[in-house]
């Protein structure tokens, strides 16, 4: 729990700093006796142990079709387009979201992608975006930059391929 509230309060220190258009300060504050400055820079993370990320909504698209065919080819094209991003290191989480008022229907969480352009492009390579079944709203996320350290680990407990 002190790890989480240590978290917050930095993530805090740098929207203040990020307001006052400062590089987030670190000298005052306590220094981490476990930092591993090769891994944090393998990981990219900055003094507090975060980077950015890009967060995707995906949301319920326009297309309408109830072509059962089209459907089923462009949702086992967006598992395999998944899979494929996940394998060159670009997407980090990927999940469903229970159903909802706003039709959320799932999200993304990219890292390495810089610009929400390039994000689009990327996107649009997953075939049930492209046929309009699933759309996007795309977010800049600060977060921990050990989340991609969990794609191993989760390899090895799933008992059922989804």
């Known amino acids: 729990m002190k790890t989480l509230s240590l978290i917050f309060t930095f993530v805090f220190l740098f929207q203040i700093n990020q307001t006052k258009a400062q590089a987030p300060q670190t000298d005052s504050l306590p220094a981490n006796p476990n930092y591993d400055e090769n891994l944090a820079k393998k990981l990219g993370a900055d003094a507090f142990g975060m980077k950015k990320y890009k967060l995707v909504i995906l949301k319920t698209g326009a297309t309408t079709s109830t ?3 089209l ?5 086992n094209g967006h598992m395999e ?4 991003l996940v394998k060159e290191e ?3 989480v990927a999940g469903p979201l229970s159903k ?4 959320y229907r799932g999200i993304f ?3 390495g992608v810089e610009t929400n352009e ?3 492009k990327i996107l649009q390579t997953d075939p049930a975006i492209a046929a309009g079944f699933l759309d996007f709203e795309i977010y800049t996320w600060y977060g921990s930059a050990a989340l991609p350290e969990y794609l ?5 407990i799933w008992k059922s391929k989804p």
Request: hydrophobic share 30%; aromatic share 6%.
């Open 71 to 75: 459907i089923e080819k462009s949702f």
């Open 67 to 69: 072509d059962k065919s």
């Open 90 to 92: 670009k997407l980090i």
């Open 109 to 111: 969480i990219f890292q």
């Open 81 to 84: 387009n998944i899979n494929r």
């Open 152 to 156: 191993p680990i989760s390899d090895k």
């Open 100 to 103: 909802n008022e706003k039709t």
């Open 118 to 120: 390039e994000l689009q």
